[in-house]
T-cell receptor, first 118, second 117 residues
Framework: AQKITQTQPGMFVQEKEAVTLDCTYD???????LFWYKQPSSGEMIFLIY??????QNATEGRYSLNFQKARKSANLVISASQLGDSAMYFC???????????????FGQGTELSVKP | EAGVTQFPSHSVIEKGQTVTLRCDPI?????LYWYRRVMGKEIKFLLH????????ESGMPNNRFLAERTGGTYSTLKVQPAELEDSGVYFC???????????????FGPGTRLLVL
C-alpha cells in the first residue's frame, strides 16, 4: 500500500545551520513523484521541491535539496543555511503513476514541525 | 497570476448545521483537488475533479459531503449535516496537468479551518 512516513514530529535547528527532514515512502509503482511542501503558521501550503522516480540526479531548488535514495525508498529534504523564516511544518508527499487516469492524488506524511533558533 | 483561493478562511458551526466551502483554482487549471487535515493527523485526499467531472472521489468520507464544480471553474464542498469529526482544515489544490504525469505540481490554497461544536 502507498504510504509516506515522516518519523520526526519536531525538529530544532540553529540559524544558519543545515537540517535534514526525513521521509520514507512505500509503493509498488515504478513511476512516482515525490514532493515537499512547507506550511508556515499562516496556513498556506507552499510547494518546495519535486523528485521523479526516474530522475538520476537529486533535485535542488535554492537552499532546498532532496536526498533521494531510491533503493532505501527515502526522500529526505535538506535545508541549507537555515533562516528564521524556515520555521514551519513540512510535509512530504507522493503521487503515483504515469497515467493521469490513475487519479493524481497526493499521499502525505504526518509532517515535521521545524523550529529555527536564532 | 492569482493563486488558489478558498473561502471562508474560518468557519465555526454547530453540529447538524450545513457549511459550504468554496475553492477558486488557478485560472486555466483543469484539475482541482480537495484534501482535509484532521487535527494532528496527515493530510488526506477527498476527491479530484477534471474540469467539471469527478475523476476520483474515493476519499470522500460519507454521503454528508457533496462536492461540485459547475462549469469547470470554482468548486464547492458542502457538509450537511456537519458532525464533530468533520472539524479540520480543508485544502483545495489545482494543477494544469494537460500532459498528465506523476510530476505535475499541485498548488494549494490557504485552507478553510472548520470547527464543528
Amino acid at each position: 500500500a502507498q504510504k509516506i512516513t515522516q518519523t520526526q514530529p519536531g525538529m530544532f535547528v540553529q540559524e544558519k545551520e543545515a537540517v535534514t527532514l526525513d521521509c520514507t515512502y512505500d509503493t509498488s509503482d515504478p513511476s512516482y513523484g515525490l514532493f515537499w511542501y512547507k506550511q508556515p503558521s499562516s496556513g498556506e501550503m507552499i510547494f518546495l521541491i519535486y523528485q521523479g522516480s526516474y530522475d538520476q540526479q537529486n533535485a535542488t531548488e535554492g537552499r532546498y535539496s532532496l536526498n533521494f535514495q531510491k533503493a532505501r525508498k527515502s526522500a529526505n529534504l535538506v535545508i541549507s543555511a537555515s533562516q528564521l523564516g524556515d520555521s514551519a511544518m513540512y510535509f512530504c508527499a507522493m503521487r503515483e503513476g504515469e497515467d493521469n487516469n490513475q487519479g493524481g492524488k497526493l499521499i502525505f506524511g504526518q509532517g515535521t514541525e521545524l523550529s529555527v533558533k536564532p | 497570476e492569482a493563486g488558489v483561493t478558498q473561502f471562508p478562511s474560518h468557519s465555526v458551526i454547530e453540529k447538524g448545521q450545513t457549511v459550504t466551502l468554496r475553492c477558486d483554482p488557478i485560472s486555466g487549471h483543469d484539475n482541482l483537488y480537495w484534501y482535509r487535515r484532521v487535527m494532528g493527523k496527515e493530510i488526506k485526499f477527498l476527491l479530484h475533479f477534471v474540469k467539471e467531472s469527478k475523476q476520483d472521489e474515493s476519499g470522500m468520507p460519507n454521503n454528508r459531503f457533496l462536492a461540485e464544480r459547475t462549469g469547470g471553474t470554482y468548486s464547492t464542498l458542502k457538509v450537511q449535516p456537519a458532525e464533530l469529526e468533520d472539524s479540520g482544515v480543508y485544502f483545495c489544490a489545482s494543477s494544469q496537468d494537460r500532459t498528465g504525469g506523476y510530476g505535475e505540481t499541485q498548488y494549494f490554497g490557504p485552507g478553510t479551518r472548520l470547527l464543528v461544536l
